[in-house]
């Protein structure tokens, strides 16, 4: 039984924009941070954007460039992964994760995958130029 339900992915064309989702079917995203990890061919899931608790607090990875904005709404204990101006080089499988009881969505990007209290399947991107 799925912990965390992803959605969103697909085919995107360079340049347009995407939105990913993740939700948390089984438990409630109160006392975790969130973040989405990032895995392209040959290499292993790398946290790209994390977000703390509360939502007031935010991590981007170097390679994020600006092109992806992490979102969270509580009520639908739901998390976001809002991808604009994609990059022709970003297909990849994207990850939800969440977190308990961390110090800063910094930490959590860095840790890695078994680091995580949930991981998600895993959301393909693909890009067309």
């Known amino acids: 039984q799925e912990q965390l339900v992803e959605s969103g992915g697909g085919l995107v064309q360079a340049g347009g924009s995407l939105r990913l989702s993740c939700t948390a079917a089984?438990?409630?995203?109160?006392?975790?941070?969130v973040g989405w990890y990032r895995q392209v061919p040959g290499e292993e899931p790398e946290g790209g954007s994390c977000?703390?608790?509360?939502?007031?607090?935010?991590y981007y990875a170097n390679f994020v460039q600006g092109r992806l904005t992490i979102s969270r709404d509580s009520a639908k204990n739901t998390w976001f992964l809002q991808m604009n101006n994609v990059d022709p080089e970003a297909p990849a499988i994207y990850y939800c994760?969440?977190?308990?009881?961390?110090?800063?969505?910094?930490?959590?990007?860095?840790?890695?995958?078994?680091?995580?209290?949930?991981w998600g399947k895993g959301i393909p991107v693909t890009v067309s130029s």
């Open positions: 977000l703390s608790i509360r939502g007031d607090k935010k």
């Open positions: 089984r438990f409630s995203l109160n006392n975790y941070a």
């Open positions: 994760a969440a977190l308990g009881g961390i110090s800063t969505p910094e930490t959590m990007c860095l840790i890695g995958r078994m680091g995580m209290d949930y």
